[in-house]
């Protein structure tokens, strides 16, 4: 009930090109995600977050589509560049509960 | 500090001793994590503190780990007997109010990466 199920584990797009994580959750009581980005030897800083009233939120290059019948939500980084090369998570929680992640996605943006 | 910040940033170890490893949470955050990152596992909860609250240790994978929260500020996780399985790194964060959806945003450190040979 708790698991986000992430997708792919590892991405690599052109410079331009658009890149889209998916993610999967089962617990219905979920109404928080949130994506996070991790550079290597950092750590995890949020990036993009929705809650299910809305089915889309877009904050510059990157937008978050939810579709809470499926009990989905992907992420959409448009005219990727390299400077995105990163590993992304996305996760979920409820009202009083701990963030479950997903397994993470590493995304290569060549140049 | 303006961040997160968590020591050691590296430590190696023998099998079989014990390790603590420090968070330094950002001012005035209430809520501190732990959670653990190993190769293709991504983020593992491990412990949550909450102001004066008792920690929710459900995250914990044995015995042989445990964390304490000293005047709401600065906590230590301590592994005993590390094993091998342990090797990872172990992030710490904190949040301005209690987890869930209402408050949002994690800060998190830097991390410990941690090897036992």
């Known amino acids: 009930q708790q698991q986000v199920k992430q997708s792919p584990q590892s991405l690599i797009v052109q410079k331009g090109g658009i890149s889209i994580i998916n993610c999967a959750y089962e617990?219905?009581?979920?109404?928080?995600f949130p994506w996070y980005q991790q550079f290597p030897g950092k750590g995890p800083a949020l990036l993009i977050a929705?809650?299910?009233?809305?089915s889309e939120k877009k904050e510059g290059r990157f937008t978050i589509s939810f579709n809470k019948s499926a009990k989905q939500f992907s992420l959409h980084i448009m005219d990727s560049q390299p400077g995105d090369s990163a590993t992304y998570f996305c996760?979920?929680?409820?009202?009083?509960?701990?963030?479950?992640f997903g397994k993470g996605t590493m995304l290569l943006v060549s140049p | 500090g303006a961040g997160v910040s968590q020591s050691p940033s590296n430590k190696v170890t023998e099998k079989g001793k014990d390790v603590e490893l420090r968070c330094d949470p950002i001012?005035?955050?209430?809520?501190l994590y732990w959670y653990r990152q190993s190769l293709g596992q991504g983020l593992e909860f491990l412990i949550y503190?909450?102001?004066?609250?008792?920690?929710?240790k459900s995250g914990l994978p044995s015995d042989r780990f445990s964390a304490e929260r000293t005047g709401g500020s600065v906590s230590t996780l301590t592994i005993q007997r590390t094993q091998q399985e342990d090797s990872a790194v172990y992030l710490c964060?904190?949040?301005?109010?209690?987890?869930?959806?209402?408050?949002?945003?994690?800060?998190f450190g830097e991390g410990s990466r941690l090897t036992v040979l």
């Open positions: 503190f909450q102001g004066n609250s008792a920690p929710d």
């Open positions: 929705i809650r299910p009233d809305v």
């Open positions: 617990n219905t009581a979920f109404d928080y």
């Open positions: 996760a979920a929680s409820w009202r009083y509960s701990t963030l479950t």
């Open positions: 964060a904190s949040s301005l109010g209690p987890r869930g959806a209402n408050t949002g945003e994690l800060f």
């Open positions: 001012s005035g955050h209430t809520a």
